[in-house]
T-cell receptor, first 116, second 116 residues
Framework: AQKVTQAQTEISVVEKEDVTLDCVYE???????LFWYKQPPSGELVFLIR??????QNEISGRYSWNFQKSTSSFNFTITASQVVDSAVYFC?????????????FGKGITLSVRP | DTGVSQNPRHKITKRGQNVTFRCDPI?????LYWYRQTLGQGPEFLTY????????KSRLLSDRFSAERPKGSFSTLEIQRTEQGDSAMYLC??????????????FGPGTRLTVT
């Protein structure tokens, strides 16, 4: 069965600090997809990134970067120079190709608070 | 390009009543998902449609829950004889779909159900 663990529950940083959100996953499938979503106080989940299991290249998008390591089953998310607007709950999620329905299994989320 | 919409946004009902929620996906998306999110948790998968066919239901979806997507466009989720444990945020998501390839899912704002 697939599982996503986000061991950190709450993180508080001061604006302009860098912060890394950890995600560890479990799957028996060789083909799978990893995602990060942001849920701001308004409540709507916002898609941030998708990664497939064959692509271990790290990705950078502005202040956001993602580190995918199959050897440790981790898909960590770093925000550089954090801003107050980054305050939200961040979810890591996994879907397996074998099921062919692409349902997402989410972690419990990490609440990030960025203080001015 | 409009996003996923859900109605109503909030629903308060008394225990034992029936409720129905509606989801309108992004127009070109053939896959539609329902998830449930309780406080402090990540969303949990409930059911999945590819076009009008309901292809998977979670064990979380008791017999009191039914979902439809009659013409492969909008979907409805009905809960009969509501219980207090049904209180949650019900999220709808849609995506493109092609075989086992997993595209990102786009979420609606959710319907918050409170059962008194």
């Amino acid at each position: 069965a697939q599982k996503v663990t986000q061991a950190q529950t709450e993180i508080s940083v001061v604006e302009k600090e860098d912060v890394t959100l950890d995600c560890v996953y479990e799957t028996r499938d060789t083909t799978y997809y990893l995602f990060w979503y942001k849920q701001p106080p308004s409540g709507e989940l916002v898609f941030l990134i998708r990664r497939n299991s064959f692509d271990e290249q790290n990705e950078i998008s502005g202040r956001y970067s993602w580190n995918f390591q199959k050897s440790t089953s981790s898909f960590n998310f770093t925000i550089t120079a954090s801003q107050v607007v980054d305050s939200a709950v961040y979810f890591c999620a996994l879907s397996e190709a074998a099921g062919a329905n692409s349902k997402l299994t989410f972690g419990k989320g990490i609440t990030l608070s960025v203080r001015p | 390009d409009t996003g996923v919409s859900q109605n109503p946004r909030h629903k308060i009902t008394k225990r034992g009543q029936n409720v129905t929620f509606r989801c309108d996906p992004i127009s070109e998306h053939n896959r539609l998902y329902w998830y449930r999110q309780t406080l402090g948790q990540g969303p949990e998968f409930l059911t999945y449609f590819q076009n009008e066919a309901q292809l998977e239901k979670s064990r979380l979806l008791s017999d009191r829950f039914s979902a439809e997507r009659p013409k492969g466009s909008f979907s409805t989720l009905e809960i009969q004889r509501t219980e207090q444990g049904d209180s949650a945020m019900y999220l709808c998501a849609s995506s493109r779909g092609q075989g086992v390839y997993s595209y990102e899912q786009y979420f609606g704002p959710g319907t918050r159900l409170t059962v008194t």
